[in-house]
T-cell receptor, first 110, second 111 residues
Framework: DAKTTQPPSMDCAEGRAANLPCNHS???????VYWYRQIHSQGPQYIIH???NNETNEMASLIITEDRKSSTLILPHATLRDTAVYYC???????????FGKGTSLLVTP | DVKVTQSSRYLVKRTGEKVFLECVQD?????MFWYRQDPGLGLRLIYF???????EKGDIPEGYSVSREKKERFSLILESASTNQTSMYLC??????????FGSGTRLTVV
């Protein structure tokens, strides 16, 4: 699986969009980008994934650059409950062993 | 919904004890995983299994073993607990393309 790089922490004001970047410059053509988040003291929860097209679901949007070397997870209207650690993972098979890394700790402030 | 159940939320054990952490899933997934999580170190993979009776070492298997006698149950065993195994332990099951579902975690303290 390709290595991903995320900032260790970010802040966002409540009600504003939270844009979480992820760099995956060595991603291969068959690797998807997956995002999970972990709220304190719980297990990580799947958010969204994509290959090359932008994706949106009820939780978030995923924007993948045309060269697929980076992506951005967007939480359009962040709430205090979105305070969590967000993990970006590149993998060709989400059912296999994944390296979650350290993720980005997002703090949403009132 | 997929449910992954870890038998204990909090556990306190003594140094040298043999410790069993149990994980049960109800969705007939082949793949199961054990991770530990420590402050500043993120999630680290201990062991995983892609089938009954099958097990593979992850990144930090030392001091641990696992058992997968039935598809739905994946147990993590600390043969002789030590204080450096005090951690949050997370079990997960997975099937592509849906990805992972994690249990709620077991916070183990070894004293």
């Amino acid at each position: 699986d390709a290595k991903t790089t995320q900032p260790p922490s970010m802040d966002c004001a409540e009600g504003r969009a939270a844009n979480l970047p992820c760099n995956h410059s060595t991603i291969s053509g068959n690797e998807y980008v997956y995002w999970y988040r972990q709220i304190h003291s719980q297990g990580p929860q799947y958010i969204i994934h994509g290959l090359k097209n932008n994706e949106t679901n009820e939780m978030a949007s995923l924007i993948i650059t045309e060269d697929r070397k980076s992506s951005t997870l967007i939480l359009p209207h962040a709430t205090l409950r979105d305070t969590a650690v967000y993990y970006c993972i590149a993998s060709s098979n989400s059912g296999y062993a994944l390296n979650f890394g350290k993720g980005t700790s997002l703090l949403v402030t009132p | 919904d997929v449910k992954v159940t870890q038998s204990s939320r909090y556990l306190v054990k003594r140094t040298g004890e043999k410790v069993f952490l149990e994980c049960v899933q109800d969705m007939d997934h082949e793949n199961m995983f054990w991770y530990r999580q420590d402050p500043g170190l993120g999630l680290r993979l201990i062991y995983f299994s892609y089938d009954v009776k099958m097990k593979e070492k992850g990144d930090i298997p030392e001091g641990y073993s696992v058992s997968r006698e039935k598809k739905e149950r994946f147990s993590l065993i600390l043969e002789s607990a030590s204080t450096n195994q005090t951690s949050m332990y997370l079990c997960a099951t997975a099937r592509a393309p849906l990805g992972y579902t994690f249990g709620s975690g077991t916070r183990l303290t070894v004293v």
